[in-house]
């Protein structure tokens, strides 16, 4: 079975501190893992993967498979970092299967 | 490219009534999704079709969900009759064609607000 547990449902940091969003899977093959952004009544956007190993808008992430994990995470947050994150996971299908999300919230 | 479109951007109907959300894919996608979206339950994969056909319509929560893909370019989810449990944001999306599986992203569009009262 394919699961994506974010264990943070919101998370509160100030301007400039350091982020992390949590992401745990489980899944018995070699995985692909994605962060997806949604910014307040827009569509799902897609932020970044594992196997392109990039940083966008200063974040990263990086699959570590002996914990099966793939945290987001960035050095300094900034106030447009406020939305909401997804992490999703895609096993041998298409399909991705999405964790309840991250509310992530950049205080002044 | 305009993107995935749905349609309508928002509804509300009342409970009992039939309730049908458009989605047009990417131009040259031949993978679909349908995502529900709830504060209680996250963002759920309620079907997706290859190339207009079904591949799983497990996450259909039960028989009053329904789901088309006429053609390349059109879906459809329709809900008779809708309840008040209804009420979430309907996601469609599309990806890539085939043979390049690995590294496809998955395009959404911007939602179906669906209010049933």
């Known amino acids: 079975a394919q699961r994506v547990t974010q264990p943070e449902k919101l998370l509160s940091v100030f301007k400039g501190a350091p982020v992390e969003l949590k992401c745990n899977y489980s899944?018995?093959?070699?995985?692909?893992l994605f962060w997806y952004v949604q910014y307040s009544r827009q569509r799902l956007q897609l932020l970044l993967r594992?196997?392109s190993r990039e940083s966008i808008k200063g974040f990263t992430a990086d699959l570590n498979k002996g914990e099966t994990s793939f945290h987001l995470k960035k050095p300094f947050a900034q106030e447009e970092d406020s939305a909401m994150y997804y992490c999703?996971?895609?096993?041998?299908?298409?399909?991705?299967?999405f964790g309840q999300g991250t509310r992530l919230t950049i205080n002044p | 490219d305009a993107g995935v479109i749905q349609s309508p951007r928002h509804e509300v109907t009342e409970m009992g009534q039939e309730v049908t959300l458009r989605c047009k894919p990417i131009?040259?996608?031949?993978?679909l999704f349908w995502y529900r979206q709830t504060m209680m339950r996250g963002l759920e994969l309620l079907i997706y079709?290859?190339?207009?056909?079904?591949?799983?319509d497990s996450g259909m929560p039960e028989d009053r969900f329904s789901a088309k893909m006429p053609n390349a370019s059109f879906s459809t989810l329709k809900i008779q009759p809708s309840e008040p449990r209804d009420s979430a944001v309907y996601f469609c999306?599309?990806?890539?064609?085939?043979?390049?599986?690995?590294?496809?992203?998955?395009?959404f569009g911007e939602g179906s607000w669906l209010t049933v009262v």
């Open positions: 999306a599309s990806s890539r064609p085939s043979g390049r599986t690995s590294g496809n992203t998955i395009y």
């Open positions: 899944y018995s093959g070699s995985p692909e």
């Open positions: 594992h196997i």
């Open positions: 999703a996971l895609r096993g041998g299908a298409q399909k991705l299967v």
């Open positions: 131009s040259g996608h031949d993978y």
């Open positions: 079709f290859n190339n207009n056909v079904p591949i799983d």
